[in-house]
């Protein structure tokens, strides 16, 4: 018996073999108990916000955008600056624990009702109904798709989510620099957190699993996909993206090895 079952707690479980682990579904495991109680203490909301500035926002306002789908709401960041910034926002997630933290973060954060809805990526139209005119994938989350079939599939979800002109904003982790060794893979940008360590456990061409390591001595995991740029940027391209532009660490100007990549794919 393990101590999920033991504590009626539900924690993340990795099994014997947590290098193994390498599967879409395993995603419902890691955001689970302790790693959304602290995933506010990782990222920081506010020097997250200092770090981001106004990049999402007048990407979103230069095109004229008005509705919002944020389908890696997480623990409610973006959802609650978009609100707060004045988009029409849906927040959804496949993680019911994460939801419910976005939703209570949302009444903490200004009082905002979020809206949420449970739902996969690789089943979205089933579950989010009406079109928008943006879909934001934010905070390295498609990195969470382990097969190439279900990184497809969740695009084709979002493309049709969007209205004929809507655009795109899908982010990911300099993996680049992580799997051709020009980088240790910490990030400042994101991971704002300063009491909190973020380090790559092992990385090889198929995982890159991080050790999130917090000032009480707990530590989480997460299994991810190393997706290289023009990988993601050729899929978003064979989905029927007509323009995509990628900016490093929210700079209009190219950066030497950015922490994060910024793709902002237009459909016409
Ligand atoms: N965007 C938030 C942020 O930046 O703080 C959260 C980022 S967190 C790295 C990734 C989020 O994506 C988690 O909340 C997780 O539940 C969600 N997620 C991962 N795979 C998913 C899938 N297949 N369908 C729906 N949500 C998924």
Redesign the pocket.
């Known amino acids: 018996m393990n101590d999920t079952v033991l504590t009626g707690i539900r924690e993340q479980f990795f099994g014997d073999n947590p290098l193994e682990v390498r599967e879409?579904d395993h995603?419902t495991q890691e955001?689970v108990g302790g790693m959304v109680d602290k995933?506010d203490d990782l990222?920081d909301w506010d020097r997250r916000a200092e770090g981001e500035g106004r990049f999402f926002v007048d990407q979103l306002k230069a095109r004229g955008v008005r509705s919002v789908l944020d389908?890696?709401?997480?623990?409610g960041?973006?959802s609650v600056r978009l609100i707060e910034a004045g988009f029409d926002t849906v927040s959804?997630?496949?993680?019911p624990q994460?939801l419910a933290k976005a939703f209570r973060n949302g009444l903490d954060n200004g009082g905002h009702l979020l809206r949420v809805v449970h739902?996969?990526?690789?089943w979205l139209n089933r579950d989010v109904h009406g079109e928008f005119d943006a879909v934001i994938c934010?905070?390295?989350?498609f990195t969470?798709?382990f097969s190439e079939h279900d990184r497809r599939k969740?695009l084709a979800e979002f493309y049709a989510m969007l209205k004929h002109d809507g655009v795109l904003i899908i982010d990911q982790r300099n993996y680049d620099a992580l799997l051709d060794g020009k980088t240790g893979g910490k990030s400042s940008y994101?991971y704002c957190g300063t009491e909190v360590e973020a380090v790559p456990d092992h990385v090889d061409d198929g995982l890159a699993r991080y050790r999130y390591e917090f000032p009480d001595g707990s530590e989480y995991h997460?299994n991810m996909y190393p997706l290289r740029r023009d990988y993601l940027r050729g899929l978003l391209r064979d989905v029927g993206f007509q323009r995509i532009d990628t900016f490093g660490d929210f700079q209009e100007q190219p950066v030497d090895e950015p922490d994060f990549f910024i793709h902002v794919a237009e459909k016409t």
């Open positions: 879409t995603y955001y995933w990222i389908v890696a709401t997480g623990t960041f973006h959804a997630d496949g993680s994460m739902a996969d990526w690789r934010l905070g390295n989350s969470h798709l969740a994101y997460l």
